[in-house]
């Protein structure tokens, strides 16, 4: 690694706070500090404070490292919150300066005219904002810094302000990792102290070795066991591979210690480390070092937005769920992948790393009251222990969890997908791609949404996608490349498609679905009801990806025509698709035309009615602009 100063003087606060689950009952706030608080949880309204709660670094504490603890603050009021109008929190801290609070602290924090960070809890899911799919090193500006933008805007209008933003996949790239970012990860590493891991199954012995391995940057391949039996986990982690239809860059920087996870998170999420570091190629071989100049640049212009990615996830609720790419490409599309993957120490380490970073950063915000006494002293012996048996059984534990899954008691409900962990193998060959949930999860889910009378459905694939792709897909699965083409979707399953469409026929299901989905990395909506039927449902298939990548342009350009071509509303290919009883009319973007798909980097915002309908969809594109979504007439 590169030298670092020596003794930075780290600030108190190095990543949050980010707002997580926030109901009338409940408050959520995530955030990382540099040693251990003394500090007080305060809640205003009006400039008067209405609420407090004791830091406690026995319950919501986890210490990551010598100078690294992430805290959890898990806030229940004696009285209900109150709900539309605006709150202000505060967390009074002892510094070597005396008590302060977050507008001492971190005063890039605030909005101007505020006084302390503030929140609105809506009583309804009236104004969204959802994207996913946010690579560091992509050529595009940050989109979730779009998010500042409306949040400035609109910080003292209750009415407009966002009620929550829905992050549906991609939060991370732990496989896609640029040479400067890793070795920002690395220096973060030992500012931090992070702890470090015994390794099983590679040709390093640990953490450190891997580290100071020449193989460290580009090269990660090499550090793997040299058998013909690890050729399929050679080929399935590190192989870097274009593909006919989406692209993945190179997989030779695969995080892979809990370390390494740890830091990217803190990375991409808060400016104030980057601060501490100098990013050098000094470590990198010679023939790596003009990609990792090219790299930096990108880097470079990520790190200037954070400041504002920081400020917008400290002022409203965040929900989140992982998609592949927060764990490894292509993360159980298969039962041959998951066979091949879960079978080797290594593999099974580096997955199961990703899942616990997961847990930490994301899961445990979402719904904490999933996460028992036992699973929390779990994970903390895991940590003060620093052993890797003990590591290896958290894993375990982790990689047979069911309920990464959850919802959320707004109007409408927010239900969110688990369509990771929960597979739906295929009968006939382990290189088919399996069901994106299995029959148990769906027939929870059908459960879940009995009697709702609206509801928003987070899906971090879309359930209805672009049709030609599909085809596409499906025919590189016959073929045996399910890998090759990326082929999930949820029509790629016969068992899984057929389950999720008759739950949108249930008479007991609700009228009107909003999905909410990202992962394919173009923008689009659909207006979908079931053929006929008099009382179909109302279903708005609403996809915005990414915040930070985009689809190869030439390519999409030509899906996007033969699409409208071949699958037009009454063209009689669509009878031979599996969604054949649904009539999906698609909302041609404003300023697109005759294109239906939109390829930039953008967040999506959705306006809901008190019914749960969107009046309004559109995205708003990284570089500032704002499309909408077209109703078509019938």
Known sequence: ????????????????????????????????????????????????????????????????????????????????????????????????????????????????????????????????????????????????????????????????????????????????????????????IALLGLYPEALSGATVDDSQALYNSEFCYYQRENLLPQSKANKYLHERFFQGVRKPIFTTDSAHNHLITLAEVLAMYLLVWSPVLWRQIRISSADVAEQYRDLYQQEQRLIDHFVENLPQVQRALAHLPVYMIFDDHDVTDDWNLTRGWEESAYGHPFSRRIIGNALLGYWLCQAWGNAPQCFDDEFLAMVQHCFAEQNSSQQDALIDHLLKFEHWHYSVPTKPKLVVLDTRTQRWWSESSAGKPSGLMDWEALSELQQELLDEPSVVLVSAAPIFGVKLIEAVQRVFTLLGYALTVDAENWMAHPGAASVILNIFKHPKTPQHFVILSGDVHYSFMYDVKIRFRKNSPDIWQITCSGLMNEFPAQLLLWFDRLNRWLYASRSPLNWFTKRRQMRIKVREPEGEAPRQLVNRSAVGRVHLDSNGVPLEVSILSAEGNETHFKRQED
């Open 1 to 188: 690694m590169s030298p670092l100063p020596n003794d930075p003087d780290l600030p108190l606060v190095i990543a949050g706070p980010i707002i997580r689950r926030l109901t009338p009952k409940q408050m959520v706030l995530w955030l990382v500090t540099s040693r251990p608080l003394q500090a007080t949880f305060e809640l205003y309204r009006s400039g008067v404070g209405i609420g407090t709660h004791t830091v406690s670094n026995e319950e919501n504490c986890l210490r990551i490292g010598t100078q690294a603890f992430v805290y959890l603050i898990d806030y229940h009021p004696e009285q209900p919150l109150p709900t539309d109008c605006q709150l202000e929190y505060d967390l009074c801290m002892a510094a070597p300066q005396g008590n302060q609070g977050l507008a001492e602290l971190i005063p890039q924090l605030l909005y101007e005219s505020e006084t302390r960070p503030s929140f609105v809890l809506k009583t309804r899911l009236d104004n969204l904002l959802h994207g996913s799919c946010r690579k560091p090193h992509h050529p595009s500006a940050d989109a979730l810094a779009r998010v500042d933008d409306v949040l400035a805007e609109t910080v003292t209008d209750i009415h407009n302000r966002p009620a929550a933003l829905i992050m549906s996949g991609d939060q991370i790239y732990a496989d896609d990792v640029a040479g400067p970012m890793l070795s920002a990860i690395h220096q973060t």
